[in-house]
């Protein structure tokens, strides 16, 4: 017989919870909890683990977006609420995250809007929520204390937070019990620290996801996959400021030389093999909640990711 | 459990008679001690030191050859888990699948684009490995037929043959039997029969079982029949089951657990249904042969970039030649934006000017690829290598203004590099995202 196979781990990614239903305080139609491996990804058969989660992503400001999602997805993303219902129903995401990339126009300063454009995805989706806020000091405070309190109950996910701006995200999660995305250049340590500061000023382990920053396919993701190989390592061998869920999201996909300048007619596949290849990748390394901008990668990356959480009964391992 | 290098150069000769190719007995052994070497090199050694070395000393993956000229491909020697911990080296051979029943026009076809095919990415070409033949038909005659259609082309492709029947390997090897082919697969039932094309060819053999300890006997086998040339097909029945068994694979063969796994790993992509998903899981979880069916433009180029990625050393980072590079068409006025020689901070910045359509000159300097930042920080990008680098690349003779543009994060050079240089400095967007944004408005302000 062969033996088993080695590896040492003796840690446990920390569980987080994303959404809440009814029962739980919230309007969610359903609630997820990521997290919780012992092991490499797909090493072994867990029943109890769920599949890496696909979030897609939506705005409330189209100008700002790839002109080949608004090409592909048409009127649709210039109402708000019909797009992420869709995102919901025809897309089947598991999760919406919604940019307030409205708050990326110059002097912004319609904090209402922002409410209101939380709301609007809160009440066409029962999915649970990814709120990507402002990045910029003037504004962030305002903005993220009006996400959270919109949110309030709904245990939203907030992004994202960095070394240099964390804290309006961490008062806006602390005050109305949401998680946090702690996004840190692609490098292991300057995770660790992000999540130690975010410890010190009181944000729970069980609330924070890391984001070790993806750079596209060809454009450094080699990086970003073997930073997060290095967490979940990291965090199996034991260190707790490290043994949290990853998300990906390889944001600069859609603008890439390859796809930008791909033939028309091979656009839409070429972009969907370019979030696909990174998101199987992503999660092989580690990460659980893989972001897509393209409708057509989901069904894809879902097929996919039953196969590798499958095992043949037949045993032989 | 491995052998030191001093524990090794005991067991050696101490001639120090350079046979092995090494200078000294001692380097000898500190390449054997690494896995770098083979026990064998030595013609010295009595068999009892053979095999004390040979079992710990020989790489824990073995390296297997495949296909022969130019486009043979190595695959093997590997030794971590994870390619932080050093690298990987062999990049996984892709190769396109053909079928016996499919005419010979379409075989030629798929056999002269794998021939032809390739993407240049970071000053490297990119191609696919090989063509692997599959014996559908169920007829001997057709399979050799197909393998001679694909040797027609004079592709010089290393070839996969994929049958069941040893009646179509006999037929097939006629044709290709000296160019080294992957032969796919002995089984329990097959093996003696398989191990026999092997040896008299030459080439090496898929073995193929559904669990570790199916092919842990099979390898044990075919050792026994003199074939050492191995590739193990853990006959995966789902993504699951590949990576999983993979990665016990190589876990059990770098840690010496299990000399038997101590093989590269073969992956049919189009089993699983779901192809994309398993050449993705082939490269980054440790299969060395992956065979799929002709891609389409998107899927091809996305596999040849993630495998490039994944084989790139993550301890030498990519550097660019320094110099002045230019996108578009610049004139004597276009902008001229200084950044390091990192690779990726070129292309990502590259790919950002072109999208702004604004004619640039870029001027790399050589920071020995550290990125802006760690440049900056380990004073690698300073002015003296600034004004070296205008004066050295002849920047003056390009432009008649005297402004540059240096990276965000470079801002705290500002002062120093205007004083070194004289030419009025900058001080561009730290994302090179904004660069378009930036160039659409400050430099047409400057301008």
Not at chain 1, 23 to 44: A, H, M
Request: proline letters at 6%; aromatic letters at 8%.
């Amino acid at each position: 017989m062969v033996p088993d196979a080695q590896f040492g781990w003796s840690g446990t990614i920390e569980g987080v919870i994303l959404g809440a239903t009814k029962s739980d305080g919230g309007t969610r139609r359903v609630s997820y909890r990521i997290g919780g491996g012992t092991t490499l990804p797909f090493l072994e058969e867990d029943p109890t683990s769920p599949s890496p989660l696909i979030a897609f992503e939506v705005c409330d400001f189209p100008p700002f977006w790839s002109p080949l999602v608004k090409d592909y997805c048409g009127d649709l993303v210039n109402n708000l609420a019909e797009w992420a219902k869709t995102a919901d129903t025809r897309y089947r995401a598991d999760l919406i995250r919604l940019h307030l990339n409205s708050t990326r126009q110059r002097n912004f300063s319609d904090i209402p809007a922002v409410g209101k454009a939380v709301e609007t995805v809160l009440s066409a989706t029962g999915l649970p929520l990814i709120i990507e806020g402002s990045n910029e000091p003037k504004i962030d405070s305002e903005v993220f204390q009006r996400c959270g309190e919109t949110g309030q109950g709904e245990r939203l996910l907030l992004g994202t937070a960095e070394a240099s701006h964390y804290r309006s995200i961490a008062a806006a999660a602390l005050a109305y019990n949401h998680s946090v995305i702690a996004q840190s250049p692609i490098d292991v340590n300057l995770a660790k620290q992000l999540n130690i500061l975010l410890k010190e000023i009181g944000v729970q382990r069980d609330h924070i996801v890391i984001d070790p920053y993806t750079g596209a396919l060809g454009y450094g993701f080699e990086y970003s996959y073997s930073a997060m190989e290095r967490i979940r390592f990291a965090a199996l061998k034991g260190d707790t400021d490290l043994a949290m869920p990853i998300i990906c999201s390889a944001a600069d996909t859609l603008t890439i030389k390859e796809v930008r300048e791909a033939d028309p007619a091979m656009q839409d596949a070429v972009a969907v093999s370019w979030e696909f290849y990174t998101g199987i990748a992503a999660a092989a390394a580690g990460a659980e909640i893989i972001c897509v901008r393209h409708p057509e990668t989901i069904g894809m990356l879902r097929e996919a990711f039953a196969s590798m959480k499958a095992r043949n009964s037949a045993g032989g391992e | 459990m491995a052998l030191k290098a001093l524990d090794i150069y005991k067991l050696l000769p101490k001639k120090n008679c350079k046979e092995c190719g090494d200078p000294t007995c001692l380097t000898f052994a500190m390449k054997l001690a690494g896995g770098k070497a083979d026990v064998e090199l030595c013609p010295y050694l009595d068999e009892q030191a053979k095999s004390v070395l040979g079992a710990t000393t020989r790489p824990p993956v073995r390296l297997v050859k495949v296909g022969v000229g130019e486009r043979f491909f190595k695959i093997g020697e590997e030794t971590v888990l994870y390619r932080h911990e050093k690298t990987f080296y062999h990049p996984p051979g892709i190769l396109f699948r053909v079928s016996d029943m499919q005419s010979a026009d379409e075989i030629a076809a798929v056999t002269r684009r794998v021939r032809d095919e390739s993407f240049t990415r970071v000053g490297t070409d990119l191609r696919f490995s090989g063509i692997a033949i599959e014996n559908t038909s169920g007829s001997a005659e057709t399979f050799a037929s197909a393998v001679a259609t694909v040797e027609k082309q004079q592709a010089h492709l290393p070839p996969v043959l994929i049958a069941k029947d040893p009646a179509a390997f006999s037929a097939a090897l006629v044709h290709c039997g000296s160019y080294r082919p992957l032969l796919h697969a002995a089984t329990a039932e097959n093996y003696q029969a398989m191990c026999g094309f092997a040896k008299q060819h030459g080439c090496p053999l898929v073995i193929r079982a559904g669990s570790l300890d199916g092919l842990v006997r099979l390898a044990k086998d075919c050792m026994a029949e003199g074939v050492q040339d191995l590739i193990l097909d853990p006959a995966p029945e789902n993504l699951g089951a590949f990576i999983s068994r993979s990665a016990r694979i190589r876990q059990l063969a770098i840690t010496r657990s299990v000399p038997e796994l101590g093989y590269p790993v073969y992956l049919d992509a189009t089993l699983t249904g779901l192809q994309d998903a398993a050449l993705v899981l082939g490269i980054v979880k440790y299969a060395s042969v992956i065979v799929t069916s002709p891609l389409a433009p998107g899927s091809a180029k996305a596999s040849l970039t993630l495998r490039q990625n994944i084989y790139t050393d993550p301890q030498k980072p990519i550097q660019m030649n320094p110099g002045l590079y230019r996108v578009g068409n610049p004139d004597r006025d276009s902008p001229v934006l200084m950044t390091v020689n990192f690779s990726l901070t070129f292309f990502t910045l590259e790919g950002y000017i072109e999208s702004s359509r604004v004619p640039c000159f870029m001027l790399i300097v050589d920071t020995e690829g550290l990125s802006v930042l760690t440049a900056v920080a380990a004073g690698k990008l300073n002015e003296t290598l600034v004004r070296d680098s205008l004066k050295k690349f002849g920047v003056d003779n390009e432009v008649t203004h005297r402004k540059l543009i240096i990276p965000g994060y470079a801002s705290p050079l500002s002062g120093r590099i205007e004083e070194a240089t004289g030419w009025k400095v900058l001080v561009g967007p730290r994302d090179a995202a904004e660069i378009g944004e930036y160039l659409h408005e400050e430099w047409k302000k400057q301008a």
